[in-house]
């Protein structure tokens, strides 16, 4: 099991910037594909980006793309999403995720049932 603790969330404005952080514990970090999700209130739970084991491969949700970039660093155990030009609609809590622990190099799970840990979630929320 992987204990995830995010950070970074809070009030910006629409165009602004944000780097959420989600650091894990666990021995298996570097064996694990991780991934993060929003929820905004009255809505289900989205993907919105994910990346591989190693950090060579990422998969992000068509709303984001350009935008958001999913990262990690596994000397420190920590996945990174930095947000850059911000919309209204992009408030949400946001949650970081860890896949399966020896996963195949390049997978990128992009769907809720492929993660096994959730964080408590970050609130990120963009004035128009």
């Known amino acids: 099991q992987v204990q995830l603790v995010e950070s970074g969330g809070g009030l910006v404005q629409a165009g602004g910037s944000l780097r959420l952080s989600c650091a894990a514990s666990?021995?298996?970090?570097?064996?694990?594909?991780m991934g993060w999700f929003r929820q905004a209130p009255g809505k289900e739970r989205e993907f919105v980006a994910a990346?591989?084991?190693?950090?060579?491969?990422?998969n992000s949700a068509d709303s984001v793309k350009g935008r958001f970039t999913i990262s990690r660093d596994n000397a420190v155990k920590t996945v990174f999403l930095q947000m850059n030009s911000l919309k209204a609609e992009d408030t949400a809590v946001y949650y970081c995720?860890?896949?399966?622990?020896?996963?195949?190099?390049?997978?990128?799970?992009?769907?809720?049932?492929?993660?096994?840990?959730w964080g408590q979630g970050t609130q990120v929320t963009v004035s128009s």
């Open positions: 995720a860890a896949g399966p622990a020896y996963s195949d190099l390049y997978y990128t799970p992009s769907h809720r049932i492929e993660y096994d840990d």
């Open positions: 666990g021995r298996t970090f570097s064996t694990t594909p």
């Open positions: 990346i591989s084991r190693s950090g060579d491969r990422t």
